[in-house]
Every structure is written in structure tokens, then in C-alpha cells.
């Protein structure tokens, strides 16, 4: 499985940018990168994806390192209904296209 | 419109019995998927279904577990004969698509909190 690292946890002020970033030295050329959160007693939630350029969505922005090596998921003002668990995952293309989680950034947000 | 729906969400039950674990997928998804997360751990991916065969079953923990999805809606997890490691909370997602280079996003269920005494 292609290995993600990411800070066990980070914290942000109320409407402040946050950027959470994540290692994926070992990731091959068609892995692309996903990005879920889990807020406390739900089930994860789908943020972003991307394979080479950065993407935006109503949610968030990825920006994606040149040589793919590494990835920051971009919060543009955190709010209270930000504080959850952030995972990064190499999603491969190939067998059940299933996602393998890591332990994730716990990102508190203060008010 | 309707997200994937878990039942029950909590189930409390003694070592030794079995339980069953409903997934209602979004309507139209062919692909769906069971994990389970046990207290401060991440994500396990037990099995997959694209319609209603089971190509991988290969996380599954032990032969104590099956899965089974009928007309590519409903699918049922298993576990036989309890026991306390299996407490943990066992999600459910589904997407419209599998297969190679799909990127379809995984919708996930609350979760059933399973509890072994």
C-alpha cells in the first residue's frame, strides 16, 4: 500500500487559513490523492481529490507538489464545523479501488 | 437525497452470539465497500462488492465473517460467534463506480457501534 505521512494533529484560529499538509514520497504515477475527513461520530466524509494539478471545490483547495512527492489540503477559513479527523490517501487503480486509511491530522479549530 | 443508511447504529450483544449489520447503498451505486474502525485506529477495509459478487474478500479478519449483497442494493456483514476484539464500529460506503482508474468519491454511512460484553 502507498504510504501517506501527516501531522498527528494541528490547530487553527476561527476563519484563519489552514494548511494540512501530507508526505507521499513512495506514490506511482497513477495513484491519485484523496482527501476525507471524519468528524466526531460520523462516518468519513469525501473533501477533494487530485493526480497532478491543483484542484479546487466548494470545500477546500489541493495543492499538489510538482514532483507529486507531497500535497497540502487548503482550508480557506476555518470554522467550528472544521474540526475533524483529515486523511490523506493514495487511492490505486487497480483490485477493489478500496481506500486505505492512515492515523490522519486531528485539526482543532479555536474559537 | 437519501445517503447511505446503517442499522442498527448501536448494537450491544454477549460474546459468543451472532449479529448482522445492514447497508442500505445510495440508490444506483454498483460498488460498495465495509470498514471497520476500531477505538482511536483508523479505517480497516474488510470486503467489497461490485453489484453483488464479492471479487476480494481478503480483509476479512477471520472466517467468522461474511457479507452478502442482494440485487445490488442491501448488503448484510456477518459475524459469527462473537468475540470481544470485533467491538469497534463497522462503516459502510458505496460509489456509482469500481474498477480501473475510477475516482468516483466513496459515500459513507454513520457507522454501527458494536459492542461485545
Known amino acids: 500500500d502507498a504510504k501517506t505521512t501527516q501531522p498527528n494533529s494541528m490547530e487553527s484560529n476561527e476563519e484563519e487559513p489552514v494548511h494540512l499538509p501530507c508526505n507521499h514520497s513512495?506514490?506511482?504515477?497513477?495513484?491519485?490523492i484523496h482527501w476525507y475527513r471524519q468528524l466526531p461520530s460520523q462516518g468519513p466524509e469525501y473533501v477533494i481529490h487530485?493526480?497532478?494539478s491543483n484542484v479546487n471545490n466548494r470545500m477546500a483547495s489541493l495543492a499538489i507538489a510538482e514532483d507529486r512527492k507531497s500535497s497540502t489540503l487548503i482550508l480557506h477559513r476555518a470554522t467550528l464545523r472544521d474540526a475533524a479527523v483529515y486523511y490523506c490517501?493514495?487511492?490505486?487503480?487497480?483490485?477493489?479501488?478500496?481506500?486505505?486509511f492512515g492515523t490522519g491530522t486531528r485539526l482543532t479549530v479555536i474559537p | 437525497g437519501a445517503g447511505v443508511s446503517q442499522s442498527p447504529s448501536n448494537k450491544v450483544t454477549e460474546k459468543g452470539k451472532d449479529v448482522e449489520l445492514r447497508c442500505d447503498p445510495i440508490?444506483?451505486?454498483?460498488?460498495l465497500y465495509w470498514y471497520r474502525q476500531s477505538l482511536g485506529q483508523g479505517l480497516e477495509f474488510l470486503i467489497y462488492?461490485?453489484?453483488?459478487?464479492?471479487?476480494?474478500k481478503s480483509g476479512l479478519p477471520s472466517d467468522r465473517f461474511s457479507a452478502e449483497r442482494t440485487g445490488g442494493s442491501v448488503s448484510t456483514l456477518t459475524i459469527q460467534r462473537t468475540q470481544q476484539e470485533d467491538s469497534a464500529v463497522y462503516l459502510c460506503?458505496?460509489?456509482?463506480?469500481?474498477?480501473?482508474?475510477?475516482?468516483?468519491?466513496?459515500?459513507f454511512g454513520d457507522g454501527t457501534r458494536l459492542s461485545i460484553l
Open positions: 462488492f461490485q453489484g453483488n459478487s464479492a471479487p476480494d
Open positions: 490517501i493514495l487511492r490505486i487503480q487497480t483490485g477493489a479501488n478500496n481506500l486505505f
Open positions: 513512495t506514490i506511482s504515477g497513477t495513484d491519485y
Open positions: 460506503a458505496s460509489s456509482s463506480r469500481t474498477g480501473f482508474s475510477s475516482n468516483q468519491p466513496q459515500h
Open positions: 487530485g493526480l497532478t
Open positions: 440508490s444506483g451505486h454498483t460498488a
